[in-house]
């Protein structure tokens, strides 16, 4: 005779459709003889008998195997640039960025060009006029300044190793915002400027106005909205300013810095591998990205004893932005160079087809909210 059954658990794996059900444990006893006085040890056995899976949906198993097929991809947002169809623009060197500019510092003649008109957003170049007005100010690099919650990134919700409550310097902040990007600190350099946040991008926009770049607006320090935007021509006359004040020179080139977070010290370092290589000669630099303005890096460094502007925005690839500087130093630095000698063909070919956005193309450029 069975005994009471013993019921186990329901165990369900979701999203395979494998449903175990509960299951009955029978107990077999043996009997003693009749007419006996002795009794004997009992033996028990037990046997287990797995329940079938209960019948299915066919219309749940048809979606789940159909979910498993499909595989749901999702295209990267295309940059500004690549909506406009800039990319399209052809250039001798075959660079990857879209918008590209070359000029010599001290005659600011064009050695070479691509769109340089074109208005595009500029990520974390902002943070050279970020720094420009700190260093303009002449506020105190010793202040200590604490990273706040208004610190955080509400734009694009980027991480950063400056947690909540991190206390710095003025100059150290002015440090990482440079050579790391660290948009934590160049937003608290903005919030921290007399007159609060608001005055600050006030600041910034009026200076681009006397620096005559009226292709340039900005609406916060870091660069991370889309709608801090610039062209290559603005972003040359920006490069030059900067590159007058030591310090920005400095900090920017920095290849790495090291800081005290609480009780560690933690090593940043650049976001430019070129300052690192030795047959580099750059005096200031600095690099951005975000989805909306693609990989973009501006440079002033001197090739055949010329100081040169280098601009480069919405290069496409994580590395491109670097390789594009390569191939504009590697010829700069050939048979076939402006810089070296008579006006090449290939000088003649860039200016043939360099195109620059018309005024009225960049006046569609879609609001960013």
Known sequence: MLSGAALSGVLLLAGTGVLLLPVQAAEAATSSKAGTKTSKTSSKTTATRTAKPAPRSPRKVAA???????????????????????HDTEDPLD???????????DTNEVLFSKNPQAVLPIASITKLMTALLVVEAKQDLDEKITITDDDKDTEKFTSSRLAVGTTLTRGELLHLALMSSE???????????PGGLETFVAAMNTKAQLLGMGDTHYVEPTGLSSRNQSSARDLAVLVKTAHQFPLIRELSTSPEYTVALGRRQVRFGTTNGLV??????????????????GQCLVMQAQMAGRKLIMVFLDSAGKYSRIGDAERVRKWLLGTTSPIGGPASALTAATAATAVPTPTAAVALTPAVK
Do not use: C
Request: proline share 5%; net charge positive; no cysteine.
């Open 64 to 86: 789940r195997a159909a979910a498993r097929e499909v595989a749901v991809v999702v295209p990267p947002k295309p940059s500004f640039g690549q909506m406009y169809g800039l």
């Open 276 to 293: 690192r290589k030795s047959d580099w000669d750059i005096g200031l630099q600095k690099t951005g990205f975000i989805n909306e303005a």
């Open 95 to 105: 660079l990857k960025s879209s918008v590209a500019l070359v000029l010599d510092q």
């Open 183 to 193: 948009n934590r600190a160049a937003h608290a350099l903005g919030r921290n400027y």
